[in-house]
Nanobody, 119 residues
Framework: VQLQASGGGLVQPGGSLRLSCAAS????????MDWYRQAPGKERELVAR???????NYADSVKGRFTISRDNAKNTVYLQMNSLKPEDTAVYYC??????????????WGQGTLVTVSS
């Protein structure tokens, strides 16, 4: 199983970006799908979560600006980021808890994609 994240880049304050993360391999089912981020010198933090049923949770710092969604048919999670601020600058990681076709359940992490918010 692999998680492939994409969509990071350089954007000006107030701009938008959309991150994507696709899971591939011998997947039986996917439970939660998350986005985390880690800024320089800081610990990794949970940004947003979407459950298999579609329920969502957000960090207070991104509520009203970020939207997480998932496409179950494509095993893909998205993070739409609007009104970006310099403090959103970080490496963003997708994370999921999934069950493989061998009925093994564990956490998987994507490789990270860098988001830089700067003028």
């Amino acid at each position: 199983v692999q998680l492939q994240a994409s969509g990071g880049g350089l954007v000006q304050p107030g701009g938008s970006l959309r991150l994507s993360c696709a899971a591939s391999g011998s997947i039986f089912s996917i439970n939660v799908m998350d986005w985390y981020r880690q800024a320089p010198g800081k610990e990794r933090e949970l940004v947003a979560r979407v459950t298999s049923g579609g329920s969502t949770n957000y960090a207070d710092s991104v509520k009203g600006r970020f939207t997480i969604s998932r496409d179950n048919a494509k095993n893909t999670v998205y993070l739409q980021m609007n009104s970006l601020k310099p403090e959103d600058t970080a490496v963003y990681y997708c994370r999921t808890i999934l069950t493989t076709t061998a009925r093994s359940t564990r956490i998987y992490w994507g490789q990270g994609t860098l988001v830089t918010v700067s003028s």
